[in-house]
């Protein structure tokens, strides 16, 4: 499972220290930064399940950044 969510993390050094804290948090799941988005977006996947939103969000807020999940109502088509 992949849960996409938008951040305003805006640092390549804080993605890397938040990326680091979900995987030792978090058994089985990874996770990574799309900073040039205009969302700064963070993907977290696991093959055990469904993500836990809620705790993907709370670790972040716990740190001081926003996060929250993207709906894929509220993805941008790729092609046009």
């Known amino acids: 499972m992949v849960e996409v969510f938008k951040t305003d993390v805006v640092k390549q050094s804080q993605a890397r220290l938040l990326v ?20 700064k977006v963070l993907r977290v996947s696991t093959t055990g399940g469904p ?6 969000i709370g670790l972040l807020e716990s740190f ?5 999940v993207l709906s894929e109502a509220t993805f941008e088509p790729l092609y046009v």
């Open 51 to 56: 993500v836990c939103e809620a705790s993907i």
């Open 64 to 68: 001081g950044y926003q996060a929250g």
């Open 20 to 39: 680091n804290l979900i995987c030792l948090s978090f058994t089985g799941y990874q996770a990574t930064f799309d900073l040039e988005d205009c969302d």
